[in-house]
């Protein structure tokens, strides 16, 4: 049983990475109805929470049918993160998580995010700070280093051990390398098997299949794996992963009518939860995703990311259930 503190989570769980416009309630919905067992909120600038920003302090909506859930903060000032945290904290997550390996230059360049690998010491001093201005237990998610001369992922791993933190992500790549180029899950494996590490462990990075996650798991022996990119459009590979683990056999491919009906679920949410502009606009970053593979599905995509009117977007949703069959890729 793998356990945060005391919070169980499984055998082997299935994190849902925190994602910048991606990994809002109405998604973290669908994935967890999919078998995601812990997710976490998109990244929140602790300026903008001590400042009580709309944007921020929206992102700190949080629902009971979505827990255990984290709140993810980032920062590069020690005291405004530690008040941050206080703030996530008081809107009721299982665990505050520290944005350690953002890679995007206006957040890396100015010292958060992956930026702080730069500086062990400082990263080190503000987890502290925020571990003991913390009730709930305080995860991180880092990078391998700021590039490939920097990897000490193992001496940041035992840092952030060694002041409170009670698990740690890691995303196989530098910060040079964005999400480029392969990760690299040796250096995460490092981590895991190391006589000094005993919080867990997850991994991140290209993991895209049930296959790749049954290999990954056997390899490198993480106590789970976190998951981005790859839910996104396509919640299912959560309950795919777990049933390929569980039986070694594949699940159906998602059919038209289950590809529709999530849809619609998560467009019905984005609306509640947005409201009826930003909740629409805000959608069209999934549907290519939600139909990939569907032969002739250009024309109703157009409309898809084109309308601003949701039923006409609900009635092009119901022609394609009607009108298009899903062909499995590969």
């Given at each position: 049983?793998?356990k945060?503190?005391?919070?169980?989570?499984?055998?082997?769980?299935?994190?849902?990475?925190?994602?910048?416009?991606?990994?809002?309630?109405?998604?973290?919905?669908?994935?967890?109805?999919?078998?995601a067992?812990?997710?976490?909120?998109?990244?929140i600038?602790?300026?903008?929470?001590?400042?009580?920003?709309?944007?921020?302090?929206?992102?700190?909506d949080?629902?009971?049918?979505?827990?255990?859930?984290?709140?993810?903060?980032?920062?590069?000032?020690?005291?405004?993160?530690?008040?941050?945290?206080?703030?996530?904290?008081?809107?009721?997550?299982?665990?505050?998580?520290?944005?350690?390996?953002?890679?995007?230059?206006?957040?890396?360049?100015?010292?958060?995010?992956?930026?702080?690998?730069?500086?062990l010491?400082?990263?080190?001093q503000?987890?502290?700070?925020?571990?003991?201005?913390?009730?709930?237990?305080?995860?991180?998610?880092?990078?391998?280093?700021?590039?490939?001369?920097?990897?000490?992922i193992?001496?940041?791993?035992?840092?952030?051990?060694?002041?409170?933190?009670?698990?740690?992500?890691?995303?196989?790549?530098?910060?040079?390398?964005?999400?480029?180029?392969?990760?690299?899950?040796?250096?995460?494996?490092?981590?895991?098997?190391?006589?000094?590490?005993?919080?867990?462990?997850?991994?991140?990075?290209?993991?895209?299949?049930?296959?790749?996650?049954?290999?990954?798991?056997?390899?490198?022996?993480?106590?789970?794996?976190?998951?981005?990119?790859?839910?996104?459009?396509?919640?299912?590979?959560?309950?795919?992963?777990?049933?390929?683990?569980?039986?070694?056999?594949?699940?159906?491919?998602?059919?038209?009518?289950?590809?529709?009906?999530?849809?619609?679920?998560?467009?019905?949410?984005?609306?509640?939860?947005?409201?009826?502009?930003?909740?629409?606009?805000?959608?069209?970053?999934?549907?290519?995703?939600?139909?990939?593979?569907?032969?002739?599905?250009?024309?109703?995509?157009?409309?898809?990311?084109?309308?601003?009117?949701?039923?006409?977007?609900?009635?092009?949703?119901?022609?394609?259930?009607?009108?298009?069959?899903?062909?499995?890729?590969?």
């Amino acid at each position: 049983m793998v356990k945060i503190r005391d919070l169980e989570l499984g055998e082997f769980p299935l994190l849902l990475a925190p994602m910048e416009d991606v990994s809002d309630p109405p998604f973290r919905a669908v994935c967890k109805q999919n078998g995601a067992d812990l997710m976490y909120t998109e990244f929140i600038s602790s300026e903008g929470l001590i400042r009580d920003a709309h944007k921020s302090v929206q992102k700190l909506d949080i629902y009971d049918d979505e827990r255990p859930i984290g709140i993810q903060i980032f920062g590069d000032k020690i005291d405004s993160m530690r008040e941050a945290a206080a703030i996530a904290e008081a809107a009721g997550p299982e665990l505050v998580d520290i944005n350690y390996g953002c890679p995007v230059k206006k957040v890396a360049c100015k010292g958060a995010g992956a930026g702080i690998l730069l500086d062990l010491p400082k990263m080190q001093q503000m987890t502290a700070e925020i571990v003991k201005r913390c009730s709930v237990p305080v995860t991180v998610k880092t990078r391998l280093g700021w590039d490939a001369n920097t990897i000490r992922i193992v001496e940041v791993a035992q840092r952030l051990q060694d002041v409170g933190i009670a698990a740690l992500t890691i995303h196989g790549r530098t910060r040079q390398q964005m999400y480029k180029g392969e990760a690299d899950w040796s250096h995460i494996a490092e981590v895991k098997n190391h006589p000094a590490i005993h919080i867990p462990i997850f991994g991140n990075g290209d993991i895209d299949s049930p296959e790749k996650a049954v290999e990954y798991r056997q390899r490198y022996g993480v106590d789970g794996i976190m998951i981005g990119r790859a839910a996104i459009g396509y919640p299912w590979i959560f309950r795919e992963i777990k049933h390929f683990m569980a039986t070694g056999e594949h699940l159906p491919t998602p059919d038209m009518a289950e590809r529709v009906a999530v849809c619609r679920q998560h467009l019905d949410f984005s609306l509640q939860w947005k409201g009826p502009v930003a909740g629409l606009t805000e959608m069209r970053r999934h549907y290519t995703n939600y139909f990939r593979g569907t032969p002739n599905f250009k024309p109703y995509r157009t409309r898809l990311v084109t309308s601003d009117d949701a039923q006409e977007v609900y009635d092009t949703l119901a022609e394609i259930g009607e009108q298009l069959t899903y062909v499995p890729l590969g």
